[in-house]
C-alpha cells in the first residue's frame, strides 16, 4: 500500500509551503455546515484503517455525513448494526479481543444513551449477523456450536436462546434479515464446497427453501451474501461474489426469483440496505483499481446512474450499516453541469515553485500547471490547491459533486503516490478520496462522487488538493494537466 500522509493536515503549515502562506490567509471561510447537532439518518460501522481495534465506533449520521454523534464506546470491533424497530435500540456484534473472533458476542445500545448496554450472548463461540424480529421482541443471529454455523435467536434481554431451523450437515448458515413487512426470513447458506445461496423460510424457520442459485461462479466463498429485505418485503438486495475476487449488488424479486444486477464494480460492495423510500440502495463500496482502497459509505439510484460516496474518507472501513425511517427520500435534481474555472482560485499546496495559470485545467491536452516538490519529512511532496466558490443559493442545494483531476509525477518508483483529497471543515482535515500508486510517468485520471455536506462550506465552498508524494531522491515535478468540477443541484 502506498505510504499514508499524516491523518490530519493543518489548512496552513509545513506542507503548505511558498505561495500558498498568502493564500491561506486571504479570501475563502471555513464554517461548517448543520451546527451543534443534527439529527442521524443513518447508523454505520466503522473502523480506522490503520488501526481498527483501538478506533472503531458506530456513527450515527444525516445522510449526507453531518453530525458527529455515535454509539457509546467499548474496546473491540463492532460490525452488522441493526436498529430496532423503535427505531431507537440497536444490536450489533463485537469482537472484544484483537485477533480473536472466537471473542465476538451480541451487545444491545441505543441512540439516545438512555438505556445501559446488554450484553445478549456469553460463550467461547463467535455470534454475529444480528437482526432484530418483527415486534423487536428477539433477536436473529448467527452462531457457531460444536463446530457447526447455524441460526438461533434470542430474546432481547439475552434469555431463551433456541436454534431456528435445522443447518444440514456440511453446511453453514450466516446473514439472515428478518422482513418487518412479511415476517419472512432470508438468509446465505454455504454447501460443503463452499459456494453460498440465499434461502426464504417463514418467521418460525417452517418453509424454508432457495430463492437464488449463487450465480455461475463455483468455488468457496463465491455466491450470495448478505441479504436484505425491501421496505415492502417483495424485494432483497444482496451481494453476489465471483471467482475473480470481486463482488456485485444485486437484487431479487421474491415473487419471480428474477435476479437484477445493479453495480458490477471491478472490486467489492457490502451491506447493501434499501431506503425506507425504495427509491435508492445504500452499502459500501471499494474499488482499488481506482484509488479508492477502503470499503466507503455509499448510495445508487434504484432505477439508474452512477454511485455516489456519503463518506469519501479512506481512512475508515465500513463494517455494517443501518437506517432511520426518518431518512427522506432524494430530492429531484437538476441538469448536472461543469463548474466554470472562473469560480475557482489556485494555491500553492506544496512545493518549491508552481507554474501556469489555471486556464491550462480546462482540458486534459498536456498543457498542464507544473508544480516542483519540497522536502518534507524524508520525502518529496507537490500538490495544488482548489478552491471553489459553487453557484448555489445555499449549500444545502448541492446534491452531487463530481470531482476528476488528471495529473502526473515526473519520477515514480517505490512508495509513491498521487492522491486527490478534499476539505473537511468539520474535523479541520483533508481527507484522501483517492489514492494512486503510478506505475509510470504518463497521465492519471483520479476521480470520485460525493454527496458529503461534510466536505462544504457555509459559504458554499468546495476545497480540494491534487498532491505527489514520492520517496526522497532529486527533485521531481507534479503536472495538473485537467481539473473539473460537475455539480448536480436541486430542482428549483
Known amino acids: 500500500m502506498p505510504r499514508l500522509l499524516p491523518l490530519s493536515w493543518p489548512s496552513c503549515g509545513p506542507l503548505f509551503l511558498g505561495l500558498a502562506a498568502a493564500a491561506c490567509s486571504s479570501g475563502g471561510s471555513s464554517t461548517p455546515i448543520g451546527g451543534a447537532t443534527v439529527p442521524p439518518e443513518l447508523v454505520a460501522c466503522r473502523g480506522r484503517i490503520d488501526s481498527p481495534f483501538q478506533f472503531a465506533e458506530i456513527a450515527a449520521r444525516s445522510a449526507r455525513n453531518l453530525g458527529n454523534n455515535r454509539v457509546a464506546d467499548r474496546a473491540g470491533i463492532e460490525r452488522d448494526v441493526r436498529l430496532h424497530p423503535d427505531a431507537n435500540r440497536l444490536v450489533f456484534a463485537r469482537q472484544r479481543d484483537n485477533g480473536d473472533p472466537d471473542s465476538t458476542e451480541l451487545f444491545v445500545s441505543s441512540l439516545d444513551g438512555a438505556l445501559p448496554e446488554l450484553r445478549l450472548t456469553q460463550n467461547g463461540d463467535p455470534d454475529g449477523d444480528p437482526c432484530w424480529s418483527p415486534d423487536g421482541s428477539r433477536v436473529l443471529f448467527a452462531a457457531t456450536r460444536s463446530g457447526a454455523q447455524t441460526l438461533w435467536t434470542i430474546a432481547a434481554d439475552g434469555s431463551d436462546a433456541q436454534p431456528l431451523g435445522i443447518t444440514p450437515n456440511g453446511y453453514a448458515d450466516s ?22 445461496t440465499l434461502w426464504l423460510a417463514f418467521g418460525n424457520g417452517n418453509g424454508a427453501g432457495p430463492l437464488t442459485d449463487g450465480g455461475s461462479t463455483t468455488g468457496a466463498g463465491n455466491g450470495d451474501l448478505q441479504p436484505s429485505f425491501s421496505p415492502d418485503g417483495q424485494q432483497v438486495a444482496f451481494v453476489r461474489r465471483s471467482a475473480a475476487g470481486l463482488a456485485s ?21 457490502g451491506w447493501p440496505r434499501f431506503a425506507p423510500a425504495q427509491d435508492r440502495l445504500w452499502f459500501g463500496l471499494a474499488e482499488p483499481a481506482a484509488g479508492r482502497l477502503t470499503m466507503r ?66 482540458a486534459a491536452d498536456d498543457d498542464a500547471i507544473a508544480i516542483t516538490t519540497e522536502t518534507f519529512e524524508g520525502r518529496e511532496i507537490a500538490g495544488i490547491s482548489m478552491r471553489y466558490t459553487l453557484p448555489v443559493t445555499a449549500p444545502t442545494d448541492v446534491l452531487e459533486l463530481r470531482i476528476r483531476a488528471v495529473a502526473r509525477s515526473s519520477r515514480v518508483g517505490g512508495d509513491s503516490a498521487l492522491r486527490m483529497s478534499i ?46 508524494d514520492l520517496p526522497a531522491g532529486v527533485r521531481a515535478t507534479l503536472e495538473v494537466d485537467q481539473f473539473e468540477v460537475v455539480l448536480v443541484a436541486r430542482a428549483n
Not at 186 to 194: A, H, T
Open 297 to 362: 459509505l455509499c448510495s445508487l439510484s434504484i432505477a439508474s446512474g452512477e454511485p455516489v460516496l456519503a463518506w469519501p474518507d479512506e481512512r475508515w472501513q465500513l463494517q455494517g450499516l443501518d437506517l432511520l425511517p426518518t431518512l427522506p427520500a432524494a430530492p429531484a435534481a437538476a441538469p448536472a453541469a461543469v463548474v466554470d474555472l472562473e469560480r475557482a482560485t489556485v494555491q500553492l499546496a506544496a512545493g518549491s515553485s508552481i507554474s501556469g495559470t489555471k486556464l491550462r485545467l480546462a
Open 423 to 468: 476539505y473537511n471543515p468539520v474535523d479541520e482535515r483533508f481527507d484522501t478520496a483517492v489514492e494512486l500508486a503510478p506505475a509510470g510517468t504518463g497521465a492519471q485520471t483520479m476521480v470520485f462522487t460525493s454527496s458529503s455536506l461534510r466536505h462544504l462550506t457555509s459559504e458554499k465552498q468546495l476545497r480540494v488538493t491534487v498532491v505527489a
Open 175 to 196: 446473514d439472515p434479515d428478518w422482513s418487518r413487512a412479511t415476517d419472512r426470513i432470508v438468509w446465505s447458506r454455504r454447501d460443503p464446497d463452499g459456494k453460498h
Open 249 to 269: 449488488l444485486c437484487v431479487c424479486n421474491i415473487a419471480t426469483f428474477t435476479v437484477t444486477t445493479r453495480l458490477q464494480p471491478i472490486g467489492d460492495v
